[in-house]
């Protein structure tokens, strides 16, 4: 969703594991030569969603090499979900629609935020999505209610647990 701390939480998450960050908003913007607001406004949801989807492909293709921050509504396709969950481990950090409008009621930058009733939109996107991250996340975590630094050993103690990866195939 937006607001849910991504960005913040994978800056954090990534000093911590040593692991290099990534953040397809940006990678999306530097390509689009300007704001995602911008690119929405005259381009339209769906040309930003195939540039989205472009962005996501790049970026996995390295593997869990690196923390990557993704926009809130990259698991709207199919294709994003299965990608990022075969290529990495997804978390989701859930927030509740209060709480992002609590943070977000003065954004500017997120289009789908520009509305006359922000907290309508935003319960209405967390009812479409919550099943979608459920469905491409390894793991949950709330984030509610925790500061970063507890939020990022919580995601730490998850990691940990996590099975390893399977070996690769042995080569033919
Ligand atoms: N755990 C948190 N508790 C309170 N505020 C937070 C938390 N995580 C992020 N924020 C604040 O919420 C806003 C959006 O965070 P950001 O990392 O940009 O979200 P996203 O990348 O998911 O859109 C920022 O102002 C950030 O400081
Ligand atoms: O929720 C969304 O559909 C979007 C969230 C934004 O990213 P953040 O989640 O970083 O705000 C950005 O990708 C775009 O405005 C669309």
């Given at each position: 969703m937006p607001g849910s701390g991504k960005s913040t939480i994978a800056r954090a998450l990534s000093r911590r594991l040593q692991l290099a960050l990534a953040d397809s908003d940006q990678a999306i913007e530097q390509r689009l030569g300007c704001t995602i607001r911008s690119y929405f406004d005259s381009h339209g949801e769906a040309a930003f969603r195939d540039v989205e989807e472009a962005v996501i492909d790049e970026l996995t293709?390295?593997?869990?090499?690196q923390v990557l921050a993704t926009g809130g509504?990259?698991?709207?396709?199919p294709i994003n979900r299965q990608r990022l969950r075969e290529r990495g481990t997804v978390i989701y950090l859930r927030s509740s629609p209060e709480q992002l409008f609590k943070r977000l009621?003065?954004?500017?930058?997120r289009p789908l935020l520009q509305v006359a009733d922000p907290l309508k939109r935003l319960r209405a996107l967390y009812d479409e999505r919550d099943p979608l991250y459920r469905e491409c996340a390894h793991f949950v975590v709330d984030t509610?209610?925790?500061?970063l630094p507890m939020l990022v050993n919580r995601i730490m103690m998850q990691l940990d647990l996590m099975p390893p990866p399977a070996p690769p195939p042995p080569a033919p």
């Open positions: 293709r390295g593997g869990a090499s509504g990259a698991v709207l396709r009621r003065h954004d500017t930058k509610h209610g925790s500061s």
